[in-house]
């Protein structure tokens, strides 16, 4: 089946420093989208890309569809605290408008 | 306005026990999506249910597992005879219409099997 391969696992970064991670697949997606998970939450949608090639931004997240339709990074600029979390790209499943394909997620840690 | 809320946040069962997680979806919110996240993995799909509908169980195991969404009240998300395998975090999500950018999720059941 479909798998979305999500890197890095984690990051240790300093406060103030600039983040990246992506997702590549195998597969083809139409939409990909960007989560965070807090500690003991439920995830919560950062962005949605729809085009390939679209770069969308969310205050200090900006976030990008790749030219293949099997690849999107997030970038987290200048990051605080409160980014520490777990990070899940999804990619919708073609011909469904609900079902995704999910990351293994990646794990943000900020040293203070 | 509340948002989704999943209960209880924490359950422990023995195994061959029967698990029932429940998920009130938020105000006007009448579609119901639940997942299973096992640790370090992103959710997996399981269910989608409309009111007094199941949609979409591809994701369901075909056995001990079983989910509902009445009329009145939450959705059920149900395990029989549950095993170590079970353990994990469910989530439900619920949207006021199909898609998933309209879908807000609940913090979660974190069952544990012993």
């Known amino acids: 089946g479909q798998q979305l391969n999500q890197s890095p696992q984690s990051m240790f970064i300093q406060e103030g420093e600039d983040v990246s991670m992506n997702c590549t697949s195998s597969?083809?997606?139409?939409?990909w989208l960007w989560y965070k998970q807090d500690p003991g939450e439920g995830p919560v949608l950062l962005i949605a890309l729809y085009k390939a090639g679209e770069l969308t931004s969310n205050g200090r997240l900006t976030a990008q569809f790749g030219i293949t339709r099997k690849d999107s990074f997030l970038n987290i600029s200048a990051s605080i605290p409160s980014d520490v979390g777990i990070y899940f790209c999804?990619?919708?499943?073609?011909?469904?408008?609900?079902?995704?394909?999910w990351g293994a997620g990646t794990k943000l840690i900020i040293k203070p | 306005n509340a948002g989704v809320m999943q209960n209880p946040r924490h359950l422990v069962r023995r195994r061959g026990q029967e698990a029932r997680l429940r998920c009130s979806p938020m105000k006007g919110h009448s579609h119901v999506y639940w997942y299973r996240q096992l640790p370090e993995e992103g959710l997996k799909f399981m269910v989608y249910?409309?009111?007094?509908?199941?949609?979409?169980e591809s994701g369901m195991p075909k056995e001990r597992f079983s989910a509902e969404f009445p009329k009145e009240g939450p959705s059920i998300l149900r395990i029989q005879q549950v095993v170590r395998g079970d353990s994990a975090a469910y989530f439900c999500?619920?949207?006021?219409?199909?898609?998933?950018?309209?879908?807000?999720f609940g913090q979660g059941t974190r069952l544990t099997v012993v």
């Open positions: 999804a990619g919708q499943v073609p011909g469904s408008n609900y079902q995704l394909i």
């Open positions: 249910l409309q009111k007094e509908n199941i949609i979409d």
């Open positions: 597969s083809i997606f139409n939409t």
């Open positions: 999500a619920s949207s006021p219409m199909t898609g998933y950018t309209e879908a807000f």
